[in-house]
């Protein structure tokens, strides 16, 4: 058989193999994220109710990653393979079916040439006809890719539900990623706490006490370590008030404190007292 011959029969099922392997990677990937992207979001929201220890997010994101991994091995990983010639020229027989192992005949004859007690007008007309069949051959109509379509729209739908919470509060988000695969560094949760001071410019004098009123409005979570003692828990946003003894300052002059002063939030729970 020519040169051309050869050319275009291993073009053919070098198309279809490429095209089956395409298949499986999708089909792993489409399962990875079904699997990661919901468990993430479990997690996630379990630390941020719990605070889990770094060891303990280390473990969950391990698991997680195993998890998913394990399905995306079971649904197409476990079949991407280099090529062979003669499983694909297989694969496209039982597709297509009535060439009778026509095209593994023909990569037979071409490894090993002609088997003794063969003509050679037989050995030519087989190749022949191998060629003249892999012209027709369409991959797509050999590797359907129907299946994917369901595992496609699932993993799209999470896609869409991730990416609104990402709009929504992506900090959060981003917190909970941060938090999950680096568990070594401290990382915490936003929350709307905000602190104001009751009163306005105040004048505090040296070595004199002084009470500061300070209002803390909002919700926020009491993390690990926390100096601040929890008070009784609210579902509804509380005001809770706080007496801070001033230290002496190094000046002998009255200091003036402004009221709209910056202060940065603090992660303590509605309606605690802090030292």
């Known amino acids: 058989m020519s040169q051309e011959s050869n050319t275009t029969l291993d073009q053919c099922l070098r198309a279809v193999w490429r095209r089956t392997q395409r298949g499986y990677a999708t089909g792993a990937l489409l399962a990875f994220a079904r699997w990661f992207v919901p468990l993430f979001l479990v997690v996630i929201l379990i630390d941020r109710l719990a605070y889990l220890p770094g060891w303990l997010r280390a473990v969950a994101a391990l698991s997680l990653l195993a998890v998913a991994l394990r399905q995306a091995w079971f649904h197409g990983g476990s079949r991407l393979r280099r090529f062979d010639a003669t499983l694909t020229a297989q694969q496209v027989e039982h597709a297509q079916g009535g060439l009778d ?16 007690g063969t003509s050679a007008a037989m050995w030519e007309h087989s190749q022949r006809k191998a060629q003249e069949v892999a012209r027709y051959i369409v991959p797509r109509e050999v590797v359907p890719m129907t299946a994917l379509k369901r595992p496609l729209r699932i993993a799209l739908s999470i896609a869409g539900l991730l990416l609104i919470f990402a709009l929504l509060n992506g900090s959060f988000l981003a917190a909970g990623l941060g938090r999950l695969f680096t568990p070594w560094l401290a990382i915490a949760y936003p929350t709307d706490t905000k602190i104001h001071l009751g009163s306005g410019e105040m004048v505090i004098q040296e070595g004199a006490p002084a009470s500061v009123e300070i209002r803390l409005s909002g919700r926020s979570r009491r993390p690990p370590n926390s100096r601040c003692a929890p008070a009784k828990a609210s579902r509804a946003k509380s005001i809770s008030r706080s007496s801070i003894r001033s230290a002496p300052t190094k000046s002998p002059r009255p200091r003036a404190i402004s009221a709209t002063a910056s202060m940065p939030a603090m992660p303590a729970a509605a309606g605690a007292r802090c030292a």
Do not use: D, E, I, Y
């Open 101 to 116: 192992s026509l095209l593994v005949t023909a990569l037979q004859f071409q490894k090993q040439g002609a088997s003794p």
